[in-house]
């Protein structure tokens, strides 16, 4: 199964964390995890992520938001610096392949 990109949006539409990656992090993966699991399967099943953060400096804590939500075995991973995200103050968004 392909995710589209995953950002830090609440349920009601708005941005969470503005400013504080570790928030926005933590929104982004329990975005997959509602997906995944609205699709029958879990976090356990991704087997990719390609990862966008407007700072790539970010990513050793991004990592560690992620180790707490797929703690292993850990899926291949591609992360990528980027100029900006779908809305303003957006840090990052996550794309997975997951396998069924």
Do not use: W
């Not at 699991?37 to 050793?60: F, H, M, N, P, W």
């Amino acid at each position: 199964m392909f995710v589209s990109g995953q950002g830090s949006i609440s349920p009601d539409g708005g941005l969470v964390g503005e400013g504080d990656i570790e928030a926005q992090a933590t929104r982004v993966f329990e975005n997959l995890r509602t997906v995944l699991e609205r699709s029958g399967c879990g976090l356990d099943a991704v087997v990719k992520l390609t990862i966008y953060l407007t700072d790539i400096t970010t990513l050793r804590d991004v990592m560690r938001i992620k180790e707490g939500f797929l703690p292993g075995p850990h899926p291949a991973a591609t992360a990528i610096g980027v100029a900006g995200l779908a809305l303003p103050g957006m840090m990052i968004e996550v794309e997975a392949v997951a396998a069924l």
